[in-house]
């Protein structure tokens, strides 16, 4: 019996006609199906959501919203294991990482926001009046309304809490749409909801597609006052597009192609091991991922045999080994576009370090959505391999003499999301941290995350920021109250 994940609308699951397979990127087989929201399912997620903002959800307390999201971080935690093996069913994705970042972060998104939104202020002036008596303004903190929050398949949990949770402590209510590839977490989120004792109608989720689909009618909805997308950046132009008709304000976190630096003065180890992570993490799949090394000449040679030696360790076991470090893509279209890249670095020139192919296994893996992991040096700047978005366990390297001359390089590039810095000169640090065009600049470490710090790309690779008091600017609205004295 496939599982089955269907809409959840106004505190109730909701089951449709047209059935999405859900398949098992460790064997490639369909394991469930989920319920594709039509236009009707929609409008009732979005009229729900409406209406709970007038409900007990509108005037209730700050300190009981606050109590509600704290008790759904702890029945997050309570049911850590089933959000664990959904997450892990759903993408196919190493037990140990999931464990790890994906589900406590996904509890923790609503401790935090729990937190940042007690401890946040507004502005007050006050004015000169031509009467001599003077006014007070002050600023008054709303809820936006009913926020849509689509979400990608790469860190499911993670990203959409990363979202839901501040859009609630702002007071909004929410229609979520996951990825079409990972229905998993989102739903078994919805039970959670109702067993906290969210009201019904303040947190809805409908599944499906993005085009002609529910990510469609979601984000084109006339009722949907804020849109929150993560995903790429060509889906992005898309929902800007619809968006433009009801003005929809925006939060875009978007696609990148991400630069890693490393100095000879850095700490050798040091900074394999943090490049090696920025690779080949989440099989290349986090918006964070480094796909572009650049390495001073001096250390140059050395440093790709280092890598080399790291992606050949990696074991590419089933998910529940604990030895296994490197999963499977997310779906076999995935795996056909990486694969295209791995073909198309060749007739680019690359060397290939190692990996360029699909590993075999002689057991039920190679039914599912493996790729190699794989190094490239040689490529020339302006090649394909080195200026897209891959979005897979692969990276180029290449060599550098100056600090201008990298400083160049890594921004040579129509996104700017992320990225780290490799150097013992602190001097130099600063320098480059502050030159590189990227809204995150990391050095000497990489994917830290202090959930209260400003995140978002800057070029192609998005809108705005979100993270700690970022996150309640966006999902709020502030309006100013003038008082005449
Ligand atoms: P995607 O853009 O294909 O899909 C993301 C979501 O948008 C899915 O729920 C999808 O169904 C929906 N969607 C697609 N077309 C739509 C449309 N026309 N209207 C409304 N919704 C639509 O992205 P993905 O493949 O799920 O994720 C991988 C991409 O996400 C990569 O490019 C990666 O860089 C990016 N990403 C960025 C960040 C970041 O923080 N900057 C984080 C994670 C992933
Ligand atoms: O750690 C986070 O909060 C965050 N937004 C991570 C993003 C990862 C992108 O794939």
């Given at each position: 019996?496939?599982?089955?994940?269907?809409?959840?609308?106004?505190?109730?699951?909701?089951?449709?006609?047209?059935?999405?397979?859900?398949?098992?990127?460790?064997?490639?087989?369909?394991?469930g199906?989920?319920?594709?929201a039509?236009?009707?399912?929609?409008?009732?997620?979005?009229?729900?959501?409406?209406?709970?903002?007038?409900?007990?959800w509108?005037?209730?307390?700050?300190?009981?919203?606050?109590e509600?999201?704290?008790?759904?971080?702890?029945?997050?935690?309570?049911?850590f294991?089933?959000?664990l093996?959904?997450?892990?069913?759903?993408?196919?994705?190493?037990?140990?990482?999931?464990?790890?970042?994906?589900?406590?972060?996904?509890?923790?998104?609503?401790?935090?926001?729990?937190?940042?939104?007690?401890s946040?202020?507004t502005?007050?002036?006050q004015?000169?009046?031509p009467?001599?008596?003077?006014?007070?303004?002050?600023?008054?903190?709303?809820?936006?309304?009913?926020?849509?929050v689509?979400?990608?398949?790469?860190?499911?949990?993670?990203?959409?809490?990363?979202?839901?949770?501040?859009?609630?402590?702002?007071?909004n209510?929410?229609?979520?749409?996951?990825?079409?590839?990972t229905p998993?977490?989102?739903?078994l989120l919805?039970?959670?909801?109702?067993?906290?004792?969210?009201?019904?109608?303040?947190f809805?989720?409908v599944?499906?597609y993005?085009?002609?689909?529910?990510?469609?009618?979601?984000t084109?909805?006339?009722?949907?006052?804020?849109?929150?997308?993560?995903?790429?950046?060509?889906?992005g132009k898309?929902?800007?597009?619809?968006?433009a008709?009801?003005?929809?304000?925006?939060?875009?976190?978007l696609?990148?192609?991400?630069?890693?630096?490393?100095?000879?003065?850095?700490?050798f180890?040091?900074?394999v091991d943090?490049?090696a992570?920025?690779?080949?993490?989440?099989?290349?799949?986090?918006?964070?991922?480094?796909?572009?090394?650049?390495?001073?000449?001096?250390?140059?040679?050395?440093?790709?045999?280092?890598?080399?030696?790291?992606?050949?360790?990696?074991n590419?076991?089933?998910?529940?080994?604990?030895?296994?470090?490197?999963g499977?893509?997310?779906?076999?279209?995935?795996?056909?576009?990486?694969?295209?890249?791995?073909?198309?670095?060749?007739?680019?020139?690359?060397?290939?370090?190692?990996?360029g192919?699909?590993?075999?296994?002689?057991?039920?893996?190679?039914?599912?959505?493996?790729?190699?992991?794989?190094?490239?040096?040689?490529?020339?700047?302006d090649?394909?391999?080195?200026?897209?978005?891959?979005?897979?366990?692969?990276?180029?390297?290449?060599?550098?003499?100056?600090?201008?001359?990298?400083?160049?390089?890594?921004?040579?590039?129509?996104y700017?999301?992320m990225?780290?810095?490799?150097?013992?000169?602190?001097?130099?640090?600063?320098?480059?941290?502050?030159?590189l065009?990227?809204?995150?600049?990391?050095?000497?470490?990489?994917?830290?995350?202090?959930?209260?710090?400003?995140?978002?790309g800057?070029?192609?690779?998005?809108?705005?920021?979100?993270?700690?008091?970022?996150?309640?600017?966006?999902?709020?609205?502030?309006?100013?109250?003038?008082?005449?004295?």
């Amino acid at each position: 019996m496939p599982k089955e994940f269907k809409n959840y609308v106004n505190g109730q699951f909701v089951a449709s006609t047209k059935k999405i397979e859900i398949i098992n990127p460790v064997n490639g087989q369909v394991y469930g199906v989920s319920h594709e929201a039509d236009q009707q399912i929609v409008d009732a997620a979005v009229a729900a959501a409406k209406a709970a903002l007038k409900g007990e959800w509108g005037s209730m307390t700050l300190a009981r919203r606050r109590e509600l999201l704290c008790k759904l971080a702890d029945r997050v935690d309570e049911r850590f294991d089933e959000f664990l093996g959904a997450e892990v069913a759903d993408t196919g994705k190493p037990y140990s990482l999931a464990r790890r970042i994906d589900i406590p972060r996904g509890a923790a998104n609503f401790r935090v926001f729990a937190d940042t939104i007690a401890s946040i202020s507004t502005e007050s002036f006050q004015m000169d009046t031509p009467d001599e008596q003077g006014a007070i303004n002050y600023a008054i903190r709303k809820p936006l309304g009913v926020i849509a929050v689509v979400s990608p398949w790469n860190l499911p949990l993670l990203l959409m809490t990363w979202k839901v949770a501040p859009a609630m402590a702002c007071g909004n209510t929410i229609v979520v749409k996951p990825s079409e590839e990972t229905p998993a977490t989102t739903t078994l989120l919805a039970e959670v909801m109702g067993e906290v004792g969210i009201p019904p109608g303040v947190f809805n989720v409908v599944h499906g597609y993005g085009p002609d689909s529910a990510g469609e009618f979601l984000t084109r909805h006339k009722d949907i006052d804020a849109i929150t997308f993560t995903g790429e950046t060509t889906t992005g132009k898309a929902i800007m597009r619809v968006a433009a008709e009801n003005v929809t304000p925006l939060s875009f976190e978007l696609g990148g192609k991400n630069p890693g630096i490393v100095f000879a003065d850095a700490n050798f180890d040091d900074a394999v091991d943090g490049i090696a992570r920025a690779v080949f993490t989440n099989t290349g799949q986090v918006c964070l991922s480094t796909e572009r090394v650049y390495v001073e000449r001096p250390i140059f040679d050395k440093f790709v045999a280092a890598m080399k030696v790291r992606a050949e360790d990696l074991n590419t076991g089933f998910p529940e080994e604990t030895q296994t470090s490197l999963g499977p893509l997310i779906s076999k279209e995935h795996q056909q576009k990486v694969l295209g890249y791995y073909d198309l670095a060749v007739q680019e020139g690359a060397k290939v370090v190692t990996g360029g192919g699909v590993p075999e296994f002689g057991d039920e893996r190679d039914n599912g959505f493996y790729v190699q992991p794989t190094i490239w040096t040689g490529l020339a700047e302006d090649s394909r391999c080195v200026k897209e978005e891959i979005f897979g366990p692969v990276c180029h390297i290449t060599p550098f003499d100056s600090e201008e001359e990298v400083v160049d390089l890594a921004n040579d590039c129509v996104y700017g999301l992320m990225s780290s810095t490799w150097t013992t000169d602190l001097s130099k640090a600063h320098r480059v941290g502050a030159a590189l065009e990227c809204g995150i600049n990391y050095v000497n470490c990489w994917f830290l995350r202090d959930l209260r710090t400003p995140f978002g790309g800057v070029k192609m690779s998005g809108i705005g920021r979100e993270g700690g008091v970022h996150s309640i600017n966006f999902y709020s609205e502030l309006v100013n109250i003038c008082v005449k004295l």
